[in-house]
């Protein structure tokens, strides 16, 4: 959603974000009825303003994008007839009076505009309120007023999260559970990682990647061949399938030499895999590359799954990971080093110096541009994937020296970095900076955020502990 630069639009949002119009009379332009079911959720990234909004126009019921401009000519001159990120639009909001009934999509299809007249009391309001709107919007955690948990002792605020912590851990345990009714374990654990490297963003089209790549054909396409060929082969496949591999003749022409070379490789091994594993691409236009920091820009992270699949493509991801509990498991702070370790990922010589194919890196060989899958993320990874993967493995397997093992760690692994939730259940929760040292009751405070807070279940978080 590219900067709005008139309070007309702006207002408008607010307006269509408030959901003042749902039970306003509203018509389009060629004089259609226009109900709202559901305004859609703003969407603050590249493409429509609000996404799967519920509409019937005309009496007929359409789940669309919204889009808000002054007038129709903002939807041409932004080059969204173009962009077929903007094909979903069903409804363009206007505040101005328009020539054209419709403005048309890349795909061709004609969409009703519906004039929303902005009278000066309304402008003068929003002006006047929009900075500390927008401000509150910002900083607003869900935060419960007056929170009876926080009214008791520390200690049983502190029993309280460690509780939830326990719960957090067993309730993503089950939903791993469920998710192995249809895919093996090293499916599992490459689908969750795939999801962790999408970070909010992009965490959708990472997992529809994983599933139109699956991690059986991966393997099965890197062995028996040198360690070189398979990586390339992972990568040609990866950056293939998520449509990010440059095709066309304009995208090829904008590579320097170096590049060209790498993408020419790549392009050859995909022509003979997709055609023999009849894969599709994605668009390219499913991934968000808006508002992303570069080290974090898919390309970027598909290469770092590319170095970690090469490092557990010949063994699978859960043996990997039980070689290593079974070599560390007399020193539960080693283990937890070794396991991010295995996550990390170095840039090698190409992304060392590029964010995606096309873009150079004017300056080489800083710290944030030389890792792939830095150790932040690791430890995430570490705590949100693996240890749930194999407390629920251990269940299964009924290896109760495996299950205390990752019990330990869960319980004694060093903080993470905090989050707007942490911060926010800290806050509602103590008056004084809490000693909280680990990533097992900062998981406690997302679990009472997530399952008490939000929905008010204040005493049902009472009695957990």
């Known amino acids: 959603m590219e900067l709005k630069l008139h309070d007309q639009e702006i207002i408008l949002q607010k307006l269509w974000k408030s959901k003042s119009l749902v039970n306003r009379k509203l018509e389009t332009l060629t004089g259609k009825s226009v109900e709202v079911l559901y305004a859609g959720s703003a969407n603050f990234d590249s493409g429509p303003d609000f996404k799967e909004a519920i509409l019937k126009i005309g009496g007929i019921m359409l789940r669309g994008d919204i889009e808000v401009h002054l007038n129709s000519t903002g939807w041409y001159s932004h080059q969204h007839h173009h962009d077929a990120a903007y094909n979903k639009v069903i409804l363009h909001l206007v505040s101005e009076h328009c020539e054209n009934d419709f403005i048309e999509r890349e795909d061709g299809v004609k969409v009703e505009q519906v004039l929303i ?24 955690e869900g935060i ?23 719960e957090r ?25 795939m999801e962790s490297l999408g970070y909010s963003k992009n965490q959708q089209p990472f997992r529809k990647l994983a599933d139109l790549v699956p991690f059986e054909i991966i393997c099965a396409e ?63 236009y499913d991934w968000q590359f808006f508002r992303l920091r570069p080290q974090n820009f898919p390309t970027r992270r598909i290469a770092g799954m590319v170095q970690l699949l090469s490092r557990f493509y010949k063994i699978g991801f859960l043996q990997g990971l039980l070689n290593t509990v079974q070599a560390n498991r007399r020193d539960i702070r080693r283990l937890g080093r070794e396991l991010e370790s295995a996550l990390v990922q170095d840039a090698g010589a190409f992304w060392q110096k590029r ?13 944030s541009e030389s890792i792939l899958i830095g150790k932040d993320r690791a430890r995430d990874m570490v705590v949100n994937i693996f240890i749930p993967a194999l407390c629920l493995y251990s269940e299964e397997a009924q290896e109760g020296r495996l299950r205390n093992t990752i019990l330990e760690l869960y319980r004694r692994y060093s903080k993470l970095s905090d989050n707007s939730i942490t911060k926010t259940m800290v806050r509602q929760l103590f008056n ?25 279940k204040c005493s049902e978080c009472l009695g957990l502990a």
């Open 355 to 367: 964010y995606r194919f096309e873009t150079l890196i004017d300056k080489p060989g800083a710290r």
């Open 144 to 166: 419960v007023e007056d929170c009876p948990l926080s009214r008791e002792p520390g200690t049983k605020i502190l029993a309280t999260i460690n509780k939830a912590g326990e």
């Open 117 to 140: 007249e902005i009278d000066e009391g309304v402008k003068g309001s929003w002006r006047q309120h929009a900075e500390l709107s927008s401000e509150k919007e910002r900083n607003f």
């Open 432 to 456: 004084e900076a809490p000693r909280l040292k680990c990533a097992f009751q900062q998981q406690g405070l997302i679990q009472l955020h997530k399952v008490y807070c939000r929905p008010l």
């Open 169 to 193: 851990l067993h309730h993503k345990s089950e939903q791993f559970r469920e998710d192995l009714l249809s895919c093996s374990w090293d499916q599992l654990i490459y689908k969750k990682i």
């Open 222 to 284: 890197m062995q028996w061949v040198s360690e070189s060929m398979a990586a390339a082969r992972c990568a040609a496949l990866l950056f293939g399938v998520s449509g990010l591999l440059p095709t066309t003749r304009g995208q090829l022409e904008e590579l320097d030499t170096t590049s060209r070379d790498y993408v020419a490789q790549l392009l050859e091994l995909w022509g003979k895999m997709s055609r023999r594993l009849e894969l599709k691409p994605m668009r390219a």
